[in-house]
C-alpha cells in the first residue's frame, strides 16, 4: 500500500467516529500531568473520582468532570490529610494518592485493627476485593470478607492458591497503602461464608513473619513495588 492509500484509508476510518470519540483520542491527559479543578473533563478527572470513591469520599459514579460532587469530596480528602484544602488537585494532592510505604508498627496496625475491613487493588489486573483483619500481630492475618471477594482474589493468582507475594494497593481510612499479599488460606478461620478455610496475610512496610521475626524479603520488595504503581 503506497502512503497515499494509507492516509486516505486511515482518515476514511476516522470520518466514521462520533466526534465525541475524537475528542477523546485528542485529548487524554496523563494522571497528574494538569491541575484537576472545578470545571475541567477527562479521564484523568475520572480517574481521580474513582481514587474519592475508592476511599469513601466520592459518592456517585465517575463522570469525567469535575464539578460541586467532586469539589466537595477532594477538600475532604485534604482535609483529611492535612494538606492545602483549595479543592485544587495538584502535585501535592498526586503525591497525597499515591500508595504509600507506611510502616506497619507505627501506622498501619492503627490504621487498620482488627476487626476493620479494607479495599485490597491488584494494580496489574485492576481486580479488587475486600479482606477483614482478624489478627495478626507482627502483620495482618486477613480473610476474604465474602465467597465473592475470595473468588476475585483466586482469580488474581490465576484460580489457583499460591504462596507467591505480589504488589497491592490496600485502601483503608484515606489513605492507599502499598502492601504484598500472598494467595495461600493457611492457619485458623473465622469466616466460615468465604469459600476459603484459613487465612492469609498482608505485609507492609518492615512488617515481619509471625515465626522467627524476620523481615521476608520478597514480601518487602513487593511492598517497594506497589508503591510505583498509581
Known amino acids: 500500500m503506497n502512503r497515499r492509500n494509507f492516509l486516505g484509508g486511515a482518515l476514511a476510518a476516522l470520518a466514521t467516529l462520533p466526534f465525541g470519540s475524537l475528542t477523546a483520542l485528542a485529548a487524554t491527559p496523563q494522571f497528574g500531568s494538569r491541575e484537576l479543578y472545578w470545571g475541567v473533563s477527562g479521564a484523568d478527572v475520572q480517574q481521580l473520582q474513582g481514587y474519592l470513591k475508592e476511599m469513601g469520599y466520592f459518592s456517585e459514579e465517575p463522570t469525567g468532570y469535575f464539578g460541586a460532587v467532586t469539589f466537595d469530596a477532594l477538600k475532604q480528602f485534604q482535609a483529611y490529610r492535612k494538606l492545602t484544602v483549595d479543592g485544587v488537585a495538584g502535585p501535592q494532592t498526586f503525591k497525597a494518592l499515591r500508595p504509600q510505604m507506611l510502616d506497619w508498627v507505627n501506622t498501619v496496625a492503627y490504621l487498620l485493627p482488627v476487626g476493620l475491613t479494607a479495599k485490597v487493588t491488584d494494580p496489574i489486573t ?80 518492615n512488617s515481619r513473619t509471625h515465626e522467627g521475626n524476620r523481615l521476608d524479603l520478597e514480601h518487602q520488595a513487593a511492598v517497594r513495588k506497589a508503591a510505583t504503581y498509581m
Open 126 to 205: 485492576g481486580l479488587s476485593y475486600r479482606i477483614k483483619r482478624t489478627g495478626g500481630v507482627k502483620h495482618a492475618d486477613v480473610e476474604p470478607v465474602t465467597a465473592w471477594d475470595t473468588s476475585v482474589m483466586k482469580r488474581i493468582y490465576g484460580g489457583v492458591w499460591s504462596w507467591n507475594r505480589k504488589p497491592v494497593v490496600v485502601t483503608v481510612k484515606g489513605w492507599r497503602i502499598a502492601a504484598s499479599i500472598n494467595g495461600m488460606p493457611h492457619g485458623y478461620d473465622t469466616i466460615t461464608t468465604n469459600n476459603m478455610q484459613g487465612q492469609t496475610c498482608i505485609h507492609f512496610l
